[in-house]
């Protein structure tokens, strides 16, 4: 054990001073922590640092250089006919006693002068895109550049002095000028924007001005993860990039990046490289789904599925991943599998509610294969018979009711090749109403024989019967008749999609030629009864003037009545408060009283004045009394000084009048409330 360690220690001795001499990294820290991210593979770690797209490094450079080191250096013919094939450069005539580790590298590794294998380095071109107001510019520059570089680049194409401009979106934070991209180790392509806060936005861009805004706003992303049943709410810069956010969403979820498939990005989120800011999703709170890819039905495609930047994310940073990581072993990749692999039933036993079976099976045929599939009607048989058969004529379709068995060999070939075919999902989803139950447990097929029973007869129930288990699925094709419903076709597993399309057709039309005798027979009652009702709706319509006319007349009538009654009853409520109001005044004192006495005069809107004196000693409460007693209620009416003006009714009414200087004597006037 302890000299495997040791020659573990000396491999990865090795491997590191190999990979510093290719890649050119001084530090041994980072170094390593590049080499741990790869496992120790040296090809893929300077892959990370050194891209294969400038051809600098091939997977197949590294198995012939360890050739080389395991049978010696190569002869000058085989170094010729490796160059010629384009398999590996070709080697430098000096020759060398380096390490066998040492030799294993060079072959792609431009390290010294002295390497019996020298491969020119090609400069490593970064791409930029920039997003600057309304304008969007794309760079490409070579990684040995300064950061001043983009920003001169960026002064030419768009009139702004390198002084006021600001370039951000480094995922290292803010950098200076002189910084060399290379020591950012930046991935190939970027994403950065330009703020420039001392230039105010022209008017063309003024319907964008808040640009630079939305990038430093949090938006909420509510991620909801199917599979999981678990929603996660996230909050991101808007300078985050969609590429960014689903890379955490891999940490979150455990699905890599390459197998997520997504639902809620818009249409304009067409690059993974954009930020949020301008991906067009809602602000400040966006909600998306996201759930691990399934392969049994989309293997077969993978290349388009891979250019939908919304339904199935790029491999970027990923490491490969073999079919066990979707929860399924190769038999079942190709349709051979049992149920006894899969982790769920396409149906629960003895549901109680058959919408939410139909809900599980929806769910679990999705998780299988694929979202394209038949929208399968959410509700009971009598339920879907309803939907497509006892409507209008014109609205009448076919009901297909898909039979699922897990225990036939046929049902994944079936479902992945024709129920998910687009030409098989669009013709049933424009004119059949799609009604699915899953026949692999026997109380759930019970439960089918007996909903047949009832709807369609002994006959249908007695036909699905007969069918073995590896002659399903089973397509029953049904139309609605005026007495009772016809099973038109029973199409088993094993067709193709071009027979299956036929079939389908041929019930159409079928169904079509009957559709046009309903609708030609609906629209013949539908005339009779319209002249009918339309008789019927012109008597109505005059009783329904005269009771109005007379209801109106009532209605008034009673109206005037009750308003004349409020009327009188509002006077002698008014007339009683004024009358209590004035009996309750304290008595006018004498002129030649020893106390003190103000003398007051109110004008009132009319014109006329009201005189009276008062102690100085008597609150502003009896002055209002006093007013409200002469017909001008302290809620209609506010009193006033002349000079100043001053509105007593806004004073508290608990002070004195020697308090609100209405002494010796004062002239006010009433003024109406607005």
């Known amino acids: 054990m302890a000299s495997e360690s040791g020659e573990s220690n000396m491999d990865r001795e090795m491997i590191l001073a190999d990979f510093q001499a290719c890649t050119g990294i001084d530090n041994i820290a980072e170094a390593i922590t590049l080499l741990e991210l790869n496992n120790w593979d040296l090809v893929a770690a300077i892959n990370g640092v050194i891209p294969q797209e400038n051809g600098i490094l091939q997977s ?34 000096s020759s060398s006693s380096s390490s066998p580790a040492s030799s294993s590298t060079s072959a792609f590794c431009p390290v010294n002068p002295t390497s019996r294998h020298i491969v020119e380095r090609q400069p490593r071109m970064l791409n930029f895109r920039v997003e600057y107001r309304q304008r969007t510019i794309e760079l490409v520059l070579e990684e040995g550049s300064a950061v001043g570089e983009i920003k001169k680049i960026l002064e030419a194409d768009l009139g702004i002095p390198v002084s006021k401009m600001q370039l951000k979106g480094w995922k290292s934070g803010d950098v200076s000028d002189s910084t060399v991209m290379r020591s950012l180790h930046l991935p190939k392509n970027n994403s ?25 706003q949090n938006f909420l992303l509510v991620i909801s ?27 979150l979820t455990n699905i890599p990046v390459r197998h997520q498939q997504w639902d809620g990005w818009p249409a304009s989120a067409s690059d993974d490289s954009m930020t949020l800011a301008v991906s067009g999703i809602s602000y400040p709170c966006h909600h998306l789904s996201v759930c691990r890819r399934s392969s049994p039905a989309n293997s077969q495609e993978p290349t388009e599925e891979c250019a939908d930047v919304h339904m199935v994310s790029d491999s970027e940073g990923d490491d490969f991943e073999d079919a066990s990581e979707f929860g399924v072993d190769d038999s079942e990749m190709f349709g051979m599998g049992s149920s006894t692999c899969r982790k769920a039933p396409m149906m629960p036993e ?45 609205d009448r379709k076919l009901l297909a009711i898909y039979l699922h068995n897990d225990d036939s ?46 709807h369609f007869g002994s006959v249908v129930t007695q036909t699905i019967r007969t069918y073995k288990t590896d002659q399903f699925p089973l397509l029953l094709v049904v139309m609605g008749k005026r007495t009772s419903n016809e099973v038109l076709n029973v199409i088993q597993g094993n067709t193709t999609v071009d027979e299956l399309m036929m079939r389908l057709m041929g019930a159409m039309e079928i169904f079509t030629a009957q559709q046009q005798e309903d609708i030609k027979d609906e629209d013949e009652r539908e005339a009779r009864e319209t002249v009918k009702r339309e ?44 009358l209590s109001l004035e009996q309750a005044l304290p008595p006018e004192p004498d002129e030649d009283s020893a106390e003190q006495i103000s003398k007051l005069r109110i004008r009132t809107p009319s014109g006329e004045f009201l005189e009276r004196r008062f102690l100085g000693s008597c609150k502003i409460q009896v002055l209002f009394d006093f007013v409200a007693s002469k017909g001008y209620p302290f809620e209609e009416f506010k009193l006033l000084t002349t000079f100043p003006r001053k509105n007593i009714t806004q004073m508290d009414p608990g002070s004195t009048l020697l308090e609100a200087k209405l002494f010796p004597q004062e002239t006010l006037f009433l003024e109406a409330k607005e």
């Open 60 to 93: 197949n450079f590294s198995s012939e250089a360890s050739q080389s080191s395991m049978f010696g250096p190569p002869s000058q013919s085989e170094a010729a006919d490796a160059a010629a094939g384009g398999s590996v450069p070709p080697a430098s005539s």
């Open 535 to 578: 008789q019927d709706e012109a008597y109505q319509v005059s009783l329904e003037a005269d009771r109005k006319k007379r209801e109106v007349q009532e209605r008034e009538e009673a109206e005037q009545v009750r308003l004349e009654r409020m009327k009188k009853e509002q006077e002698d409520e008014k007339e009683a408060i004024r």
């Open 350 to 394: 003895n549901s109680e509610n058959e919408a939410d079976a139909l809900l599980h099976f929806t769910a679990e045929f999705s998780s299988r294969y694929g979202e394209t599939h038949p929208m399968f009607f959410i509700g009971s048989l009598e339920a879907a018979s309803q939907e497509a058969f006892y409507g209008k004529a014109r």
């Open 192 to 216: 950065l924007y330009v703020l420039t806060p001392e230039i105010a936005p022209t008017a063309s861009t003024s319907k964008n001005s808040d640009l630079q805004e939305s990038l430093n």
């Open 409 to 454: 060999v046929l049902s994944n070939v079936f479902c992945s090749q024709m129920m998910c075919a687009d030409s098989i999902v669009s013709y049933l989803s424009q004119n059949f109403i799609t009604w699915a139950w899953d026949v692999t447990k026997e109380a759930n097929k019970a439960r089918l024989l007996t909903m047949c029973t009832r």
């Open 225 to 251: 993860h199917r599979e999981a049943q678990r929603d996660y709410s996230l909050n991101f810069p808007g300078s985050r990039t969609i590429q960014e956010v689903k890379r955490n969403i891999s940490d």
